[in-house]
């Protein structure tokens, strides 16, 4: 009993000699944050006055709460200086002194200078919540256009650009297909898997290599015809071979296969062209000795030789077969240049002073006498109107301006981009 006794005792006065040494400490600190202070070092006077106050249970002494007061003014901390002002007026007891009022009239001062920050915290609060919030209504209205805008969306892997006339072939999976610069679909991609669109006509085959059905559309009148089967040119012809450009004149040139024949096509007026003036065509080529013979089975002969003539492809080009159906190549009747078949594999349609020709290399334009050209460039067909494609991860949309403003259309419905549709439909701060 006795040895607990002064073990107590001897941790009573452990504790308080500790707290003694404390306070003589913070005394020291309090010491050096005053001369720091007035000296004006307002900074170290307030590092020096909060370790004091580390080492101090509470604030005891009015002059110690009146120099954290003027401390915390001084640096503009008001809250904290108007604490350290109210442990001065529990304090102070003589309400009489001058410094007493002059506490007083500071306090005064930091009560209005707190309201003013308050206020402005306040003011500053509301913008940070009205910004939030628009930010929210923003982001929500941002969702919303994203959903609608999807029903603008066309789900294709490629779209060609638009012709003169707003119409462009777009693909889908293996097939093409037609639409106008609204996305409305002229014709479904569900048949014909390739396309040649030029001059203002697109031929749509049923396969890319020796098609057997062949859709012809006029872009400018917006419609469309289907060929005629092939076998009703030839007989023997079992598909139309290599098909070239439509040209602007409405001509398309086809190589069917088991054929001496090229095939001349005016989708213009939807038929057939036959060569009907072969021996008045024979007969001038012989006289200008483009020819050295012509017989009744529509041969000619030249450099002692005999080929079938094949048609006309306009601008006095003529295709010479090989009796086993095989190309042996073109007479130019300007100059009677010879184009061999190796060089020249296949001729389009003559028209504006060129024509297409293919070969191992590609694609080249040439004129009357097979003299290589630059490449016709489609300019009077390039199109002009305001509809304009963009392309996305998982298909296009069509932009359009209408009235000085951008739109999403597809046919007859349209959607504001999305900054006009934001601007639409501003946030609104509701009143309190």
Not at 10 to 21: E, H, I, P
Not at 213 to 237: C, M, R, V, W
Not at 316 to 323: A, E, Q, R, V
Request: contains cysteine.
């Amino acid at each position: 009993m006795k040895k607990s006794l002064l073990i107590m005792c001897m941790m009573c006065s452990f504790v308080y000699a500790n707290a003694q040494t404390n306070e003589e400490i913070a005394g020291v600190y309090i010491s050096k944050s005053k001369d720091n202070f007035n000296n004006s070092k307002i900074v170290e006077a307030q590092t020096d006055f909060n370790k004091a106050m580390k080492l101090l249970d509470t604030i005891k002494s009015a002059s110690v709460a009146k120099l954290g007061t003027l401390i915390e003014f001084g640096l503009k901390n008001y809250k904290k200086s108007r604490s350290y002002a109210k442990q001065y007026f529990l304090l102070e007891k003589n309400k009489k002194t001058s410094e007493y009022q002059q506490l007083l009239e500071l306090y005064v001062t930091l009560q209005e200078f707190i309201e003013k920050e308050d206020l402005a915290f306040l003011e500053k609060e509301k913008l940070r919540i009205a910004q939030e919030n628009a930010k929210q209504w923003n982001d929500s209205l941002k969702t919303v256009w994203e959903d609608q805008s999807a029903d603008f969306l066309l789900g294709y892997s490629h779209i060609a650009p638009f012709d003169n006339n707003g119409v462009a072939v777009f693909q889908q999976g293996e097939f093409f297909g037609l639409i106008d610069d609204k996305g409305t679909v002229l014709l479904s991609a569900d048949v014909y898997k390739d396309a040649r669109a030029y001059e203002g006509y697109v031929l749509l085959m049923n396969q890319k290599n020796n098609p057997t059905q062949l859709y012809a559309y006029n872009t400018a009148q917006k419609e469309g015809l289907l060929l005629p089967d092939i076998n009703g040119f030839n007989p023997l012809s079992t598909n139309y071979g290599t098909v070239m450009l439509p040209r602007g004149n409405g001509k398309v040139i086809a190589y069917p296969n088991n054929s001496l024949k090229v095939m001349v096509f005016n989708l213009a007026e939807n038929k057939l062209e036959p060569f009907t003036n072969e021996k008045n065509i024979f007969k001038e080529l012989k006289r200008t000795d483009k020819i050295e013979k012509y017989n009744s089975d529509g041969q000619v002969r030249i450099g002692g030789e005999w080929y079938h003539f094949g048609g006309h492809l306009g601008g006095g080009i003529y295709p010479l077969f090989n009796d086993d159906y095989s190309m042996f190549g073109y007479l130019c009747g300007i100059d009677g240049k010879v184009l061999a078949a190796d060089q020249y594999n296949h001729i389009g349609a003559f028209y504006n002073e060129s024509a297409e020709v293919t070969n191992a290399e590609g694609t080249k334009w040439i004129n009357q006498n097979g003299t290589e050209i630059e490449a016709k460039i489609n300019q009077e067909f390039t199109y002009s109107g305001s509809s304009k494609l963009v392309k996305l991860e998982n298909g296009y949309q069509i932009q359009t301006e209408i009235d000085g403003k951008k739109y999403l259309i597809l046919g007859d419905k349209k959607l504001v981009l999305l900054d006009d549709f934001i601007k639409e439909n501003p946030y609104v701060v509701k009143q309190e």
